[in-house]
């Protein structure tokens, strides 16, 4: 049985005293909730006030992105060492904006999910289509070869390292990010499954245990229908996330 995961996306939203009220609000409705795992991805200048507000709690923090170096003359990056250091145990890697706005490939989010890896970061593998990837009919092929290309650079010691931390995927169709259209349990369901399917090509024992969550317009009222799927295994919240009564909401159903 894998147990649920909850991840806040908080994308370039908050400030201190915003995410002081929302942290605390966050910690305190899902203290009692012990059968499924909470994060908040929060932009990098609050990871230090995030390992502040929620160390010792159940609600753990993680990074955005990241770089796939460890130091250096990159200006405005951020090594994994660095995310470690303050705290974090999760990280983003190759979600929609990063690859569509800041120009990020299949590359780097492979560069990077080795080098979280190695960091001991739990890397959440962000993978969807577009809509015009959607109505050519080329939702596999795009989420296939997202995949394929980060799990290609692994060899068997970082697959198996990579699992021992616990991987996640999370699909996430871009036309269902920020729209307010969320994919339906159905079609999520079909994409989950093809993704599980996917890593079980590799390792049947691993596909039975990744976690694969989905992204997109995902609020309280759908997070019932979707967690019910037997391949969605919970959600990477943007929008709703930042919304104090959304997002507990969103965990205590996942719980
Ligand atoms: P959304 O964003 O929930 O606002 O659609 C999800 C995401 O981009 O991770």
Redesign the pocket.
Known sequence: MRRKLV?G?W?MHGDIQSNQTLLEGITNGVRELSNADYVVCVPNPYLFQARELLKNTNVAWGGQNVNQHEQGAFTGAVAPHMLTDLGCTYV?LG???RRSLFYETNLTASARFEAAIKAGLTPIL?VGETQAERDAGLTEVIVASQMDAVMATLDEHEFALAMRLNMVF?Y?PVW?????K?ASPDHAQTVHHFIRNRIAKRNAEAATKVRIIY?????AKNAEDMFAMTDIDGG??????LLLDEFVSICKVAN
């Open positions: 991840v996306n994308k983003l979600h929609s904006e962000c999370a996430e269902a990010i920020g729209s307010g969320t992204g997109g317009s995902l609020k990477l919240v943007g929008g709703a996330s």
